[in-house]
């Protein structure tokens, strides 16, 4: 673990494991494989070229020689005039019966329809299975045809891939139209159709899996109409597409669109511009997908809902309002245009292989308060969204850094950043590691944003390299010699248990701890008195228990310092020795830190393509780990039994600001990755911070220890003991009745229960409760007594000062004020 070597190996080899495998084959067994699917291609395009609408009519058994569109496939082609009707249907219900005619062209001088002509952008909805599936009945295929020729044979299967199981689900289609004159079919110089080309992501059920499917179709810019086949090698249905087409004057634009488009694209590929063998194909570029399992292939009818424009009149204006305003949000000029609506997108898809027929879930079979069809933003605005966002969680990283750097600067003696618990600032820097190397990433694939996002991801790597390793740095050595001190316990706690040891060991340590032990109070109880060992002697805890309080003082000498002089080199040499461990137990340490980092980028990297469920479960897994940051300071406090470890705005702060992301994703609708709202997980996630942030809070109020058994944890010294003044407990501070000006006034303090000290710090009186033999047995109010004596300080030997400025002066140094006697740590 320690060499980097062997982590720089492994991240290749996670890296290698990991990453996809390339999707092109080599080049020479391509060409005769290019040649073939050329062949068949132009047969293909010849039939769309030479075929007329009413070619393929099923019902008439009449079939087209591609793919698919033959007799003997065998697929539901009997139902296609009732799918047609079905998105007739929907095209009258979101246009209004009245341009039902449009369809045909023959509103074509009429006034423009108020819709979107470029659909670049991605739409979010439900599924619901159409009420027609009842009248399709699956086909039954021949599995056995279907079979991929592997090496040894064909490969059985028995059913599809991307097959719809489930009756409802959730559903986003991804539309890209590129912007050129060669995919845009003109009249005149009108647009009329342009191809387009859509990303369909299916989830089948509510936990089931989720798949995506490429489709390539046409728009009919006049009516908003969109038609969408995938293509594959059972189905050519960009090339029967046309025949699809609701209406006559459809099948006439698509047919000649695709005519040409298609011509080109294999003119493309016969010179070997394209990478792709299949331009059509459905599987996701960039990612490759077996091609030996058979999928589902799909048919696709998409229905553009009217664009509400306010304060303008029906009629051409809205039109040329809506054009002005889709134009100025790709080219921003800065005129001044009202919010940009969403677009909405009605749907029926039916797979002529598999036989289901599914809808969007919305009006008018369904209320629109449950689900509204599918609706997303155009890519512009939506990139528009993400950047103002980003901008917001910069100034949330912006925020932590400024917490993060007060913090610093109010820990910078050794005695204070003794008290930070190393890890607690750890899992911080790992959070801000985490969205510097996400976010770089992103900005590989999104170009619109990589401004917005490297400029966030430079500030959190500016976090956590400068400042939280800088930190981190500075804590691991001011804590180092606590680490050694833990590691020889260790090594004599086993020295101790092995009675063969070596003999000079074993009778060394166990004289060590016999000074300390027999004399060792009992753990201080939940109110911690300190119990007698004879009337007029020091109280115990102090000198004795020290070796075990985890002081982490730079000067501190240990008390079994000949023991170290023994088992290392001489005292003078080993002091550079050590430095040099130092150093190089914070080199693994900060391997290991990246090692880790990189380790959960991978996996997380990973999980994004894990089903819905367990992704899920990941992520939230994920971000309760990391939203336990405050754990480790916890449990320092509480093994320390020290407090006030870190400023309180730093602790509110980070939690708050810590916790946007997770509000964000969450907890917020139109987040911009469109993760499901989960306000249970939310609000686990939020409570248990704030938990933590109580618990922090109660340990200074409280005292550090007060949820845990006092056995569990190793005794420390309290500086805040009850002050007792009777014959047994006698442990008042040092200068008590000195200080006293007058008998009277001594005398009015001691009726009140209370004492009057001089604090050396400051120079002022303290008063102080002290029991008495009578109202000890009372056990008097402790409640007030706990707040009471959070303000004063006993030191071991036995001066008293307020907590503050006893507080204060131990930033500096852990020796007492009066007599240089060594404090232990706070
Ligand atoms: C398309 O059909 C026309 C005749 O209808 C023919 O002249 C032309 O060569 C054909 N084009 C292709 C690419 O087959
Ligand atoms: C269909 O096309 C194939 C070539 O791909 C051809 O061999 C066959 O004769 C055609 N069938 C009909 C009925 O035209
Ligand atoms: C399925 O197709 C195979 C050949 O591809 C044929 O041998 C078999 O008889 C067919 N089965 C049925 C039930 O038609
Ligand atoms: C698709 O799923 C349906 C319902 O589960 C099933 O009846 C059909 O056989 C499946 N089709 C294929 C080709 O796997
Ligand atoms: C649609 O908008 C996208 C994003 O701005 C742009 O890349 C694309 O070229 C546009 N297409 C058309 C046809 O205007
Ligand atoms: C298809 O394109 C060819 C030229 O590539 C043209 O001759 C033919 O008329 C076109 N067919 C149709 C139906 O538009």
Avoid at 436 to 459: D, E, K, N
Avoid at 559 to 569: G, I, P, T
């Amino acid at each position: 673990m320690a060499d980097p070597r062997a982590i720089v190996a492994l991240v290749i080899l996670l890296f290698i494991f990991f990453s996809p495998p390339p999707g092109q084959e080599p080049l020479v067994l391509a060409r005769s494989r290019l040649e073939h699917i050329v062949a068949s291609e132009r047969h293909d395009l010849t039939v769309l070229n030479q075929t007329h609408l009413g070619d393929f009519d099923p019902a008439q058994h009449r079939w087209l020689n591609i793919s698919g569109f033959r007799e003997n496939d065998t697929f539901a082609w009997q139902a296609l005039p009732l799918i047609k009707e079905r998105a007739r249907h929907q095209f009258a219900h979101v246009l209004g019966h009245e341009n039902l005619a449009r369809l045909d062209g023959e509103h074509a001088d009429q006034t423009p329809l108020p819709l979107y002509r470029n659909l670049t952008g991605t739409m979010y909805g439900e599924w619901v299975r159409s009420p027609i599936q009842t009248s399709v009945v699956p086909p039954k295929l021949n599995m056995s045809e279907y079979a991929a020729i592997g090496p040894f044979g064909p490969i059985p299967i028995d059913s599809f891939s991307k097959n719809v199981t489930a009756k409802s689900g959730l559903l986003e289609v991804w539309f890209e139209e590129a912007d050129t004159q060669a995919t845009l079919l003109l009249r005149g110089d009108k647009g009329v159709a342009r191809e387009v080309k859509a990303q369909v992501t299916v989830r089948d059920g509510d936990v089931g899996d989720s798949w995506h499917s490429r489709l390539f179709g046409v728009h009919f810019l006049d009516t908003g109409n969109i038609m969408l086949a995938t293509t594959t090698d059972k189905f050519a249905g960009i090339f029967g597409l046309p025949h699809m087409a609701l209406s006559s004057h459809n099948y006439r634009s698509a047919q000649e669109l695709l005519n040409r488009t298609l011509a080109m694209s294999i003119e493309q590929q016969e010179d070997g511009l394209l990478q792709n063998f299949r331009p059509w194909g459905p599987a996701a570029e960039g990612t490759s997908e077996s091609a030996l399992a058979p999928i589902c292939d799909l048919v696709v009818y998409l229905q553009q809902h009217l664009v509400p424009v306010p304060g303008v009149k029906p009629g051409p204006d809205q039109e040329s309002l809506l054009s002005f305003i889709e134009n100025e949000i790709r080219f921003p000029t800065g005129a001044s245009i009202p919010p940009t609506q969403q677009m909405v997108f009605s749907m029926v898809a039916f797979s002529p292989d598999c036989g289901f027929v599914i809808e969007s879930k919305g009006p008018p079979d369904f209320a629109p308060q449950e689900a509204n069809h599918l609706r997303g933003l155009k890519m512009e605005v939506e990139y528009e969204r993400a950047r103002s966002h980003l901008l917001l969680f910069a100034a949330v990283v912006g925020g932590q850094l400024f917490f993060f750097l007060r913090q610093m600067r109010d820990a910078s003696t050794p005695s204070t950043r003794s008290r930070i618990s190393f890890y607690t600032i750890s899992m911080l820097s790992l959070g801000d590691g985490f969205t510097t190397m996400v976010f770089c990433l992103i900005s590989l694939f999104v170009q619109a944003l990589w401004v917005p996002l490297i400029a966030t991801a430079f500030l959190a790597f500016m976090s956590v390299s400068f400042f939280g390793m800088r930190f981190l740095m500075d804590i691991w050595a001011v804590q180092a010699p606590e680490r050694e001190r833990r590691e020889r316990q260790e090594r004599q706690r086993q020295q101790q248990q092995r009675p063969t040891a070596i003999p000079t060991a074993p009778t060394v340590a166990p004289t060590n701890t016999e000074e300390n032990t027999p004399t060792q109070p009992p753990a201080p109880t939940q109110l911690p008195i300190i119990t007698p060992a004879g009337a007029d002697t020091l109280p115990q805890p102090v000198t004795t228990g020290r070796p075990i309080d985890t002081g982490a003082t730079p000067i501190f000498i240990p008390s079994d310092q000949d023991m170290q002089a023994e088992e290392d080199a001489p005292n003078a040499a080993a002091t550079g020795v050590e430095a040099g461990q130092r150093a190089s137990g914070f080199g693994s340490l900060y391997t290991r830190f990246y090692f880790l980092l990189l380790a959960t980028l991978f996996l997380s990297l990973n999980a994004t393509s894990w089903p819905p469920g367990l992704r899920r479960g990941y992520f939230t897994i994920l971000a309760f780990c990391y939203l336990s940051f405050w754990v480790p300071q916890i449990h320092r406090n509480c093994m320390r039994n020290c407090r006030h470890a870190l400023r309180w705005d730093f602790v509110a702060g980070q939690s708050l600001l810590r916790l946007v992301p997770f509000a964000y994703f969450y907890g917020y609708e139109q987040n911009i990755l469109f993760a499901v709202v989960d306000l249970i997980d939310l609000g686990v996630l939020a409570a248990w911070i704030w938990i933590q942030v109580l618990l922090l809070l109660s340990q200074e109020i409280i005292g550090p220890r007060w949820f845990v058994s006092w056995t569990w944890v190793p005794p420390a010294y309290d500086y805040h003991p009850i002050l007792r003044d009777d014959e047994e407990a006698n442990n008042l501070p040092i200068g008590a009745t000195t200080s006293m000006p007058s008998a009277e006034q001594e005398k009015e303090a001691k009726d009140k229960g209370k004492r009057v000290f001089d604090c050396a710090i400051c120079m002022h009186e303290i008063e102080v409760p002290v029991l008495h033999g009578d109202s000890a047995a009372e056990g008097l109010s402790t409640g007030s007594l706990v707040l009471e004596r959070r303000k004063y300080m006993v030191t071991p030997c036995r001066h008293i000062f307020h907590s503050s400025c006893l507080e204060g002066w131990m930033k500096f140094r852990l020796v007492c004020p009066i007599d240089r006697e060594e404090l232990p740590p706070l």
